[in-house]
């Protein structure tokens, strides 16, 4: 069972908290740049630990907390009528640098070879380029078929761009 698995579950136990900011009228920015912070904050202790490895227990807490940002930032932005395209870019692009950070944290504090590190931040931003990628050509494929604008001209920019590759 994946992490994706379960996703819907922890999105409905989350909802009474999602429910309680939408109220207020919470910006999913907050989630987003709070996921980021929780992320450097558990890279600085993954780091710090090669001298003291009581900071290692910060690092489940605040790395789990940052998973739920991740979550709550797309449930409020859905709610308060905010999800665009743009703020999908901007939630792919702090999700990968909070990876970039731990791993790059993991690659230097010594609990794995640096090399490994370095390919497992590789894999993962490999992954989400081809993630973004296929949407980008399903939307440049609509375009061209269909002739409609579903995405910013930005996106055909891209995936012309690939098809010359």
């Known amino acids: 069972m994946g992490i ?11 909802q009474p908290i999602v429910d309680f900011c939408v109220l207020r ?6 989630f987003t740049y709070g996921a980021l912070i929780l992320s450097l904050i558990a890279a600085l202790a993954l780091y710090l630990a090669m001298t003291n490895r009581n900071w290692l227990w910060i690092v489940p807490p605040f790395v789990l907390t940052r998973l739920l940002l991740n979550l709550m930032d797309g449930q409020v932005a859905r709610a308060l009528h ?19 950070m731990i791993f790059a944290a993991i690659g230097l504090s010594g609990y794995a ?10 894999l993962i931003l490999l992954v989400s380029y081809l993630g973004i ?19 910013p001209a ?12």
């Open 113 to 122: 070879k640096p090399t490994l590190a370095l390919i497992a931040l590789t």
């Open 4 to 14: 994706y698995t379960t996703k819907s579950k922890w999105q409905k136990a989350l």
């Open 154 to 165: 930005i996106t055909i920019i891209l995936s012309l761009q690939v098809l010359q590759l």
């Open 25 to 30: 009228r919470v910006h999913p920015n907050v």
């Open 82 to 100: 905010l999800a665009d395209d743009w703020g999908e870019v901007k939630n792919e692009f702090g999700d990968r640098v909070a990876d970039a």
């Open 133 to 151: 990628l296929g949407k980008a050509l399903l939307q440049f494929l609509a375009f061209i078929l269909h002739g409609q604008e579903v995405l």
